[in-house]
Nanobody, 115 residues
Framework: QVQLVESGGGLVQPGGSLRLSCAAS????????MGWYRQAPGKQRELVSD???????NYKDSVRGRFTISKDRANNTLYLQMNSLKPEDTAVYYC?????????WGQGTQVTVSS
């Protein structure tokens, strides 16, 4: 059973930064794709950024240039560095991983951007 555990969320002022972490219970080499999604109150869950096993990276237009996704294979961890945060980035952020036809989700971590 694959487990994904997110951490790093919190309350930050506009313009601030946070780094989200997603620790996997297995080697991340095995995942075809890993990514970060978010869901704001009353809205659908949306893709923020993802990275394939081949290293291809995709960003949602509104976060490109502010967010950076990365993988630490030694520690089986996925990161999302978020800079220049805006109130509209407020949401629960979820880690996602896919392999062998299966999709896995973390429990989510709350990010609140407010003054």
């Amino acid at each position: 059973q694959v487990q994904l555990v997110e951490s790093g969320g919190g309350l930050v002022q506009p313009g601030g930064s946070l780094r989200l972490s997603c620790a996997a219970s297995t080697t991340i080499f095995s995942f075809l794709r890993m990514g970060w999604y978010r869901q704001a109150p009353g809205k659908q869950r949306e893709l923020v950024s993802d990275v394939t096993s081949g290293g291809s990276i995709n960003y949602k237009d509104s976060v490109r240039g502010r967010f950076t996704i990365s993988k630490d294979r030694a520690n089986n961890t996925l990161y999302l560095q978020m800079n220049s945060l805006k109130p509209e980035d407020t949401a629960v952020y979820y880690c996602n991983a896919q392999r062998w036809g299966n999709t896995y989700w973390g429990q989510g971590t709350q990010v609140t951007v407010s003054s």
